[in-house]
């Protein structure tokens, strides 16, 4: 569906001096844009000057050169992450553009400083074609301590992501994959365990087979889950398929270990868990079909899969997208802890294992505070990205990708 376009001068007050300001508070907040660069050193006279620039600069560049592990020490290169797009996938807003795309990684950057003390530069590309962006972003790595690919379409995101890492020896992080999946396994272990529960005891299904979807299956088949199904617009996405694209024929043979196969709603009947990433709309018949004491988390935006009213009949635990329901899945929660850790300890990527205790330590914020209505910490929780910080960081070290 198309977004409705929007003149933020098309309702405007005229102001003093009959100049027009929009009537939009977006819009407003929006003007000029939401960032700037501030210095950390003064610049007030000569002396400053020629220490901060030539010829001062030139000793440090030489020490550099002559020990390039320096550079983590002089710049700002350990405290910085690019957060890179191509404007493919954004928001529900599907293919905008670079230009377009900038207000979202912007907003990015922000809450990287916000919530996790992260620098962050938006880079908005315009490029599509898979080799072209990886050699880019590849060029672009010696300036950033870390890189966020963000709103980059399926399954173009899955092959930029893994060559990336491939190339560079600074971690590489596809937030619509990974921040997604650590918070909902961090709700998913809270919800288990309020329902007398571990995650060996679920069977999960999962609606949307795209960036969010196959990375949730993978994280809670590593975290021990009983069994995960996942399914895309034509059922089950199970290995007798012959339609199957080569991420999708991969994600089939580590999950369906029940080996189900067909629609949606019959993989929901006796389902324990329902996670949704990809929008449309489950009938209540089918819901009704699920697991006593189900846990629902209905992802999409701005409308759920599943709607809470209807959820909370069937459901123990409902969780969404959405900040005006109890229990919101969001990516906040996540990355600017992962990636204030994997920098404080200069990691060459983000393992499975970072992952895995990130979702762990998000969990314990609320451990002691668990209910139906509380299985994961609000964004604005002052303990979950010290908390997730460092739990990223030692678990960097224990598997080795620590450099110091």
């Given at each position: 569906?198309?977004?409705?376009?929007?003149?933020?001068?098309?309702?405007?007050?005229?102001?003093?001096?009959g100049t027009d300001e929009p009537f939009d508070p977006a819009f407003a907040l929006h003007r000029g844009g939401k960032m700037a660069?501030?210095?950390?050193v003064p610049v007030r006279d000569k002396d400053d000057l020629s220490l901060a620039y030539t010829p001062g600069v030139a000793k440090v560049c030489s020490a550099i050169a002559e020990q390039p592990e320096l550079?983590?020490?002089?710049?700002?290169k350990s405290q910085v992450v690019a957060v890179v797009t191509d404007g493919s996938a954004v928001l529900g807003l599907g293919d905008i553009g670079p230009e377009a795309s900038l207000p979202v990684m912007e907003g990015k950057a922000i809450l990287f400083k916000q919530f996790g003390g992260v620098d962050a530069v938006p880079l908005a590309l315009d490029c599509r074609d898979v080799d072209e962006l990886v050699d880019t972003v590849a060029r672009l790595a010696p300036s950033f301590g870390g890189i966020n690919l963000e709103d980059i379409s399926a399954p173009r995101c899955f092959e930029v992501e893994r060559r990336l890492q491939e190339r560079v020896d600074i971690p590489v992080f596809h937030d619509d994959q990974h921040g997604t999946a650590v918070v909902t396994l961090a709700a998913l272990r809270n919800a288990a365990k309020l329902t007398g529960r571990g995650l060996a005891d679920l069977r999960a299904v999962i609606?949307?087979?795209?960036?969010?979807?196959?990375?949730?299956?993978?994280?809670?088949?590593?975290?021990?889950?009983?069994?995960?199904?996942?399914?895309?617009?034509?059922?089950?996405?199970?290995?007798?398929r012959e339609d199957l694209t080569e991420v999708k024929r991969e994600l089939a043979g580590f999950t369906n270990?029940?080996?189900?196969?067909?629609?949606?709603?019959?993989?929901?009947?006796?389902?324990?868990?329902?996670?949704?990433?990809?929008?449309?709309?489950?009938?209540?018949?089918a819901v009704a079909t699920m697991a006593k004491d189900a846990l629902i988390f209905a992802m999409a935006n701005p409308t759920p899969e599943i709607h809470p009213d209807v959820a909370h009949k069937y459901a123990a635990v409902v969780a969404t997208g959405r900040s005006d329901f109890p229990n919101q899945i969001n990516n906040v929660l996540a990355f600017p802890g992962i990636f204030a850790g994997a920098l404080q300890v200069r990691a060459s990527r983000i393992t499975e294992g970072m992952k895995l205790a990130a979702a762990e330590a998000l969990a314990a914020v609320v451990a002691d505070e668990l209910s139906a209505e509380c299985v994961i910490p609000s964004p604005f929780d002052e303990r979950v990205a010290p908390a997730v910080t460092a739990a990223v960081a030692e678990a960097a070290r224990r598997d080795g990708v620590a450099r110091r």
């Amino acid at each position: 569906m198309a977004a409705e376009i929007v003149n933020p001068r098309s309702e405007s007050t005229a102001g003093e001096g009959g100049t027009d300001e929009p009537f939009d508070p977006a819009f407003a907040l929006h003007r000029g844009g939401k960032m700037a660069v501030r210095a950390t050193v003064p610049v007030r006279d000569k002396d400053d000057l020629s220490l901060a620039y030539t010829p001062g600069v030139a000793k440090v560049c030489s020490a550099i050169a002559e020990q390039p592990e320096l550079v983590h020490d002089y710049t700002w290169k350990s405290q910085v992450v690019a957060v890179v797009t191509d404007g493919s996938a954004v928001l529900g807003l599907g293919d905008i553009g670079p230009e377009a795309s900038l207000p979202v990684m912007e907003g990015k950057a922000i809450l990287f400083k916000q919530f996790g003390g992260v620098d962050a530069v938006p880079l908005a590309l315009d490029c599509r074609d898979v080799d072209e962006l990886v050699d880019t972003v590849a060029r672009l790595a010696p300036s950033f301590g870390g890189i966020n690919l963000e709103d980059i379409s399926a399954p173009r995101c899955f092959e930029v992501e893994r060559r990336l890492q491939e190339r560079v020896d600074i971690p590489v992080f596809h937030d619509d994959q990974h921040g997604t999946a650590v918070v909902t396994l961090a709700a998913l272990r809270n919800a288990a365990k309020l329902t007398g529960r571990g995650l060996a005891d679920l069977r999960a299904v999962i609606s949307g087979a795209g960036a969010a979807g196959v990375a949730i299956a993978r994280i809670l088949v590593e975290a021990g889950i009983g069994d995960v199904a996942v399914c895309d617009r034509k059922g089950v996405v199970s290995a007798d398929r012959e339609d199957l694209t080569e991420v999708k024929r991969e994600l089939a043979g580590f999950t369906n270990k029940a080996g189900l196969s067909g629609s949606l709603e019959s993989a929901l009947n006796g389902a324990d868990v329902f996670i949704g990433v990809s929008g449309g709309t489950i009938p209540e018949p089918a819901v009704a079909t699920m697991a006593k004491d189900a846990l629902i988390f209905a992802m999409a935006n701005p409308t759920p899969e599943i709607h809470p009213d209807v959820a909370h009949k069937y459901a123990a635990v409902v969780a969404t997208g959405r900040s005006d329901f109890p229990n919101q899945i969001n990516n906040v929660l996540a990355f600017p802890g992962i990636f204030a850790g994997a920098l404080q300890v200069r990691a060459s990527r983000i393992t499975e294992g970072m992952k895995l205790a990130a979702a762990e330590a998000l969990a314990a914020v609320v451990a002691d505070e668990l209910s139906a209505e509380c299985v994961i910490p609000s964004p604005f929780d002052e303990r979950v990205a010290p908390a997730v910080t460092a739990a990223v960081a030692e678990a960097a070290r224990r598997d080795g990708v620590a450099r110091r």
